[in-house]
């Protein structure tokens, strides 16, 4: 079981710091690590959908890295109280992250891997969006601005779970709760389809 103290760093790391080599733990079954994420083409899909990165979906004012300026992580302990008001306060300032306001209705596409929330063992009726391996799952969810709640029109193949994917689809700026992770975005899925491009070195 993880420590909190490794939570912790886990949360700051991945997404303030980028991938840590130390959450590079648990592969998935197409050898992606944990805290990975997915390159870019720089392509549009097939001319309809307007390709963003997870940056995009970031306003460029928030700096989420002066919130852990103070963070002392070395000086806390495994049952130090610290550890978790640490914790529910960076959980607090992850859940109100602010959104992207500009692509509220866009027509956009978008890699990232699916955690499902809503499954029969055979489709996904109802996922998020996540933009590194292991979101929500093996580490804690990233901040709202980092999660996409997604509808597709059609039920995708439970195969994909924890697999990489191109979403194309209507990106609404929609707060949406669930107990995997809160999202700052919806998003109607016209297509979802299998991450194609070569693995970023």
């Not at 944990?34 to 970031?58: C, H, M, N, P, Y």
């Not at 460029?60 to 852990?68: G, I, M, R, V």
């Amino acid at each position: 079981m993880n420590s909190m103290k490794w939570v912790i760093a886990a949360v700051v790391g991945t997404f303030v710091l980028a991938p840590l080599p130390v959450l590079a733990q648990k592969a998935g079954q197409d050898g992606y690590q944990v805290g990975q994420r997915l390159g870019q083409t720089g392509k549009a899909g097939a001319g309809r959908f307007r390709e963003i990165s997870w940056d995009d979906l970031i306003p460029a004012d928030w700096n989420p890295e002066k919130f852990f300026l103070d963070l002392k992580l070395n000086d806390l302990q495994d049952n130090d109280p610290r550890a978790a008001e640490v914790m529910q306060k960076i959980r607090e300032e992850w859940d109100r992250a602010p959104l992207v306001q500009r692509f509220n209705g866009e027509r956009i596409r978008i890699p990232g891997f699916i955690v499902p929330l809503e499954t029969d063992g055979k489709t996904i009726r109802e996922f998020l969006l996540v933009p590194y391996f292991g979101a929500c799952v093996h580490v804690p969810p990233p901040p709202a601005n980092q999660l996409i709640h997604v509808m597709p029109d059609k039920p995708v193949s439970a195969k994909l779970d924890m697999l990489p994917v191109w979403v194309n689809g209507v990106l609404n700026v929609a707060r949406f709760e669930s107990d995997l992770g809160n999202a700052g975005y919806q998003l109607r899925a016209i297509t979802v389809e299998e991450y194609k491009e070569p693995m970023p070195k």
